[in-house]
Structure formats: C-alpha cells, structure tokens
C-alpha cells in the first residue's frame, strides 16, 4: 500500500495539535517577566502610533495583531519590512513605537531597519523566540514567545510559533484594553456597521422618517386615505387634528 493510500486518524492528528499548541501557550505565561509591563507602559505614555512590522507568517499575524490594537482604542497600523525598506519608512513619526516580530530574531527585512528605528527616537518592542537574538537585544523590551515545538510533524511550518505570537498580542491588546477602561461603547464607534454599533450608537433620529409625513385631517374621505398612504410609501398616513394623535396602517 502507498504511503498516501495508508489510512490516519485525523481526529488524533488534530487533537495533537491542539495539546501541542495549548502547551506552548500556557508556557508562555511561565516565561513573562518584567518587560511585558514596561512595554505596556511604554505604549501608553507614547504619543504615536504602534507600528506592527514583520515578515511572512509573522507579518500575518501581525495584521490581526495591528487590527485588535487599532479597533481597541490603541492606534496601529503594519508596516511591511520589505516596502518600508524601500520609502515606506516615512510613515514613522519619532513618537510612534514599534512592535517588531520575528520567530528567529534575525529575519534580514527587519534588522536591517533596526538603524533606523533608533536614529528616528523608535522605541522598539521586540516579540521573538530566541532572547540572544540580534532583534530581541537591540530593542527596548523583549517579549519571549519560544515554543518547544511546532505542531507541524516536519517542524517546518511555522504553527506553534505564530499561535504564541498571536496569544502574546493579545495579551497585549487585552493589557492596554484594561490600562484605557476602554468601553463597549468606545469599542462601538470602531464598529458602526456591526451588530454592537447598531445597538450601541443608533438612536431614533437616526432611522426615523422626517418630513414630508404623509398627513390629512380626521374629515377626509376614506379614498384619501389611500392615496395618501400610497403616496407617502411608509404604510402609514398620520391624522394631524385628534387631540390624542392618530395614524392609520395599511
């Protein structure tokens, strides 16, 4: 039988994974230290931004990373290592931090903009899995987000790595969350479109129908009526002279 006909029990690949990934997050924990709260401090006495760089699967957890900050009362945006590279830089004001990640800590894109960072007053929050790394040395505070080992079998794809990423930016989304009492309602004006916006910022004057009302008095003739509601396409037409108020439906 081939190697690809043989038969696999996905539920127990699957579940691996999970127990793999749940480790390394709640190793995580174990490891935070005094930086975490420095960076935390560091990101609210800052009058810019938090700019999210990286390269490849850590660029792309970066952008959900970014995302939470930006729509959690901490202003984001991602700065892609390559084009930053390449002009991109001007997006940095003096005042902006950067939140740099790189699993190894040594990827070229991002390095190589570390002279930058310090000569433009960037200070540097480094999210990496290896402390003696090039980036988690140069930078001001150091987030350790080592893993034992991936999920992947061939612990090449990056799996366990980028889930602790993830967690880490979280836990500091949440952090600054808790720092600004940042409420569902300021959550709400991110948010105007969604569900919570809806419930949250919508106000009566905002859906309700304003003049011309369809209107007639209480003596008109009932054929009036109709052409009046019909004409007002609201189903309804109000009856202005009864003391109570009035409306007829259709």
Do not use: W
């Not at 930086?35 to 401090?41: D, G, I, L, Q, S």
């Not at 987030?143 to 930016?169: F, H, I, R, W, Y």
């Not at 500091?172 to 569902?184: C, D």
């Not at 969604?194 to 003596?219: H, N, Q, T």
């Amino acid at each position: 039988m081939a190697e690809a006909d043989m038969p696999h029990n996905y539920l127990a690949i699957a579940r691996e994974v999970f127990q793999i990934e749940g480790d390394a997050i709640c190793a995580l924990g174990d490891r935070l230290d005094a930086n975490f709260e420095k960076a935390v401090a560091r990101v609210l006495q800052a009058t810019g931004r938090l700019v999210v760089c990286g390269m490849g699967k850590s660029g792309i957890v970066g952008h959900k990373i970014s995302a939470t900050l930006a729509s959690t009362g901490t202003p984001s945006f991602v700065l892609h290592p390559g084009e930053a590279y390449h002009g991109d830089l001007g997006m940095l004001r003096g005042e902006d931090v950067v939140l740099a990640i790189s699993n190894s800590g040594e990827t070229e894109e991002i390095v190589r903009l570390i002279p930058f960072f310090r000569d433009n007053g960037n200070a540097i929050i480094a999210m990496t899995g290896k402390p003696e790394s090039t980036l988690a040395t140069a930078a001001d505070f150091h987030l350790d987000v080592a893993v034992s080992k991936e999920a992947c079998p061939n612990q090449l794809a990056p799996t366990s790595s980028t889930t602790a990423a993830l967690v880490m930016g979280d836990a500091l989304a949440v952090a600054l969350i808790n720092a600004r009492s940042f409420q569902p309602e300021n959550f709400a004006r991110f948010h105007p479109g969604g569900s919570l916006g809806r419930k949250l910022l919508s106000r009566v004057d905002d859906i309700m129908e304003k003049a011309p009302l369809p209107c007639l008095v209480k003596a008109a003739p009932f054929p009036e009526v109709l052409s009046i509601m019909t004409e007002g396409r609201l189903g309804l037409v109000i009856v202005k002279d009864v003391a109570e108020g009035a409306i007829i439906t259709d």
